[in-house]
C-alpha cells in the first residue's frame, strides 16, 4: 500500500492518503482513503470551503487519483450546524462535487484547531451510483452499499434508534439485503454521549434480537461515539455499510481475547472488528476501541498516556488476529475526551503510526472514564483462489 501527501501550499491544503492497488492482477479495482486538511487563513468558512472544492478538483485530476469516483465524503467539522448550509450550498452549486458520494456531515472538532477535515474514499475501476441516498459501488458480483447521515427527529434516543435501523432494515430490503446477512459496520454519533448511550444500545440490542443477532450468533462492527448532528432535535446519527454478493465463510469476526473481552459481557452488541476476505485483498474494519482489559474493565483512569498506549495494543492485536499490522491501515480516526490531550496523545500515534491518512477529533467516548478511542481500516493484500476478486 502506498502512503503519501499532497500540498497544496497556494490553498493551504494537505491531503494524506493511502493508495491500495494490487499489481498482480489485471481489471482491478483501487482504493483510496484521503484526508484533507484545511489550514486556517484567518479567512471564513465559506473560503475555506471553496479552497477544499478547489483542492478536490486538483486531487481527482492527479496521479494515481484520475478516474476515480468518490464513494464517502464525510465533513468532521468544529460547528455543523453553521457549517452544513454552506457546505449544502457550495455543493450544490458544484458541478464536480463527487454527485454519487456518501456525503455526511457530524460535529467533532478537529484538534489541530481547523474548521474541518474531510475523509474521502474513492474507487477506480467500479461502477458507482448514487440510489436513493444509497451510494452503490458495484463489480465482479459484489454490491457494495453506503449510508450515511440518517437521523430522526422525533423521541429519545431509544426511540430515534429504534426509527433508525427500521429505516435502515427497509433500504436493505428494497436491495434484496438484510442487516443480519449483509451490514458490514456501522458509526453512530450520539450528542451528550454521556446520558444519551443507554438509550442507543437498548435500542439496538432489542432490534438485533428479532433479527437473531446475539451473543451465539454474530453482532457487527460498529462505533458508538460522541457527534453533535446540524439537526438540533436529532440526538443519533446513523452512518453504515453493507456488502451483497459475497458467500458466508468470507466475513470473519475478530475479537482479541488475549486483550479484551466479547463486548455483550458489558451490555452493548457490536464485534471488535470484522474481516471481509475476497480473492485478491481483504477488508478490515476495526470497531472503535479504548483502553480495556479481557475482564471488560477500563485500564489506566485518568492516565491518558497509558490508555492511549494499551489502546494501539488492542488495536494491534486485532489486526493480527486478522493477518495484518499498522503496515496496511489505510485510515484511522482518534476520538479525544478533553483537547487538552491532544498533543500528547498525536505525539504517540504519530510515532506509531507516522504515514497513515488520520484525523485526531473532539468527541466523548462511551465511558466517562475512557480518555481516547480509535477506528480504523485496513487493506491486505491477498491470493485467495476461494473467492472473487474485489
Known amino acids: 500500500m502506498q502512503k503519501s501527501q499532497i500540498v497544496w501550499a497556494d490553498l493551504a491544503v494537505k491531503a494524506q492518503y493511502s493508495a491500495f492497488v494490487p499489481a498482480f492482477e489485471e481489471q482491478?479495482?483501487?482504493?483510496?482513503?484521503?484526508?484533507?486538511?484545511?489550514?486556517?487563513?484567518?479567512?471564513?468558512?465559506?473560503?475555506q470551503m471553496n479552497r477544499l472544492l478547489v483542492a478536490e478538483r486538483r486531487l481527482l485530476e492527479s496521479q494515481p487519483f484520475?478516474?476515480?469516483?468518490?464513494?464517502?465524503?464525510?465533513?468532521?467539522?468544529?460547528?455543523?450546524?453553521?457549517?452544513?448550509?454552506?457546505?449544502?450550498?457550495?455543493?450544490?452549486?458544484?458541478?464536480?462535487?463527487?454527485?454519487?458520494?456518501?456525503?455526511?456531515?457530524?460535529?467533532?472538532?478537529?484538534?489541530?484547531?481547523?474548521?474541518?477535515v474531510v475523509w474521502l474514499y474513492l474507487v477506480k475501476g467500479a461502477d458507482v451510483n448514487l440510489q436513493k441516498n444509497v451510494t452503490k459501488v458495484c463489480h465482479n458480483g459484489y454490491h457494495h452499499l453506503f449510508q450515511w447521515g440518517l437521523v430522526e427527529l422525533m423521541g429519545d434516543s431509544y426511540h430515534q434508534t429504534q426509527k433508525l435501523l427500521e429505516r435502515y432494515e427497509s433500504t436493505l430490503e428494497s436491495h434484496g439485503a438484510t442487516i443480519e446477512a449483509?451490514?458490514?459496520?456501522?458509526?453512530?454519533?450520539?450528542?451528550?454521549?454521556?446520558?444519551?448511550?443507554?438509550?442507543?444500545?437498548?435500542?439496538?440490542?432489542?432490534?438485533?434480537?428479532?433479527?437473531?443477532?446475539?451473543?451465539?450468533?454474530?453482532?457487527?462492527?460498529?462505533?458508538?461515539?460522541?457527534?453533535?448532528?446540524?439537526?438540533?432535535?436529532?440526538?443519533?446519527?446513523?452512518?453504515?455499510?453493507?456488502?451483497?454478493?459475497?458467500?458466508?465463510?468470507?466475513?470473519?469476526?475478530?475479537?482479541?481475547?488475549?486483550?479484551?473481552?466479547p463486548t455483550y459481557e458489558y451490555g452493548v452488541t457490536f464485534e471488535r472488528g470484522t474481516v471481509v476476505e475476497y480473492g485478491d485483498r481483504s477488508h478490515l474494519y476495526i470497531s472503535g476501541t479504548a483502553s480495556i482489559n479481557n475482564k471488560g474493565e477500563v485500564m489506566y483512569e485518568g492516565d491518558i498516556k497509558r490508555q492511549t498506549e494499551r489502546m494501539i495494543e488492542n488495536v494491534e492485536v486485532l489486526l493480527a488476529e486478522g493477518y495484518a499490522s499498522f503496515n496496511d491501515v489505510a485510515q484511522m480516526i482518534v476520538y479525544l475526551r478533553d483537547m487538552a490531550d491532544y498533543k500528547v496523545v498525536k505525539d504517540i500515534v504519530d510515532r506509531k503510526c507516522p504515514a497513515i491518512p488520520k484525523v485526531f477529533t473532539l468527541a466523548p467516548v462511551c465511558r466517562p472514564t475512557w480518555l481516547i478511542e480509535m477506528e480504523c481500516i485496513a487493506i491486505t493484500p491477498r491470493k485467495n483462489e476461494k473467492y472473487r476478486n474485489f
Request: charged share 20%; net charge negative; with cysteine.
Open 28 to 47: 482491478s479495482v483501487g482504493e483510496y482513503h484521503v484526508m484533507m486538511h484545511i489550514e486556517s487563513r484567518d479567512d471564513s468558512f465559506t473560503e
Open 182 to 261: 449483509n451490514c458490514i459496520r456501522t458509526w453512530f454519533y450520539v450528542r451528550d454521549v454521556d446520558t444519551q448511550y443507554a438509550g442507543l444500545v437498548k435500542a439496538r440490542k432489542e432490534n438485533f434480537e428479532t433479527h437473531g443477532l446475539t451473543e451465539k450468533t454474530h453482532y457487527i462492527a460498529s462505533t458508538g461515539i460522541g457527534g453533535i448532528p446540524a439537526e438540533q432535535q436529532a440526538i443519533v446519527q446513523l452512518g453504515s455499510y453493507a456488502l451483497i454478493g459475497f458467500e458466508p465463510r468470507q466475513r470473519k469476526f475478530l475479537y482479541g481475547t488475549s486483550h479484551m473481552n
Open 66 to 116: 484520475d478516474g476515480a469516483s468518490i464513494v464517502i465524503k464525510r465533513f468532521i467539522l468544529s460547528d455543523v450546524a453553521n457549517q452544513k448550509p454552506v457546505i449544502q450550498k457550495l455543493l450544490s452549486e458544484s458541478s464536480d462535487c463527487g454527485c454519487h458520494a456518501a456525503v455526511s456531515m457530524i460535529q467533532q472538532a478537529p484538534l489541530d484547531g481547523s474548521k474541518m
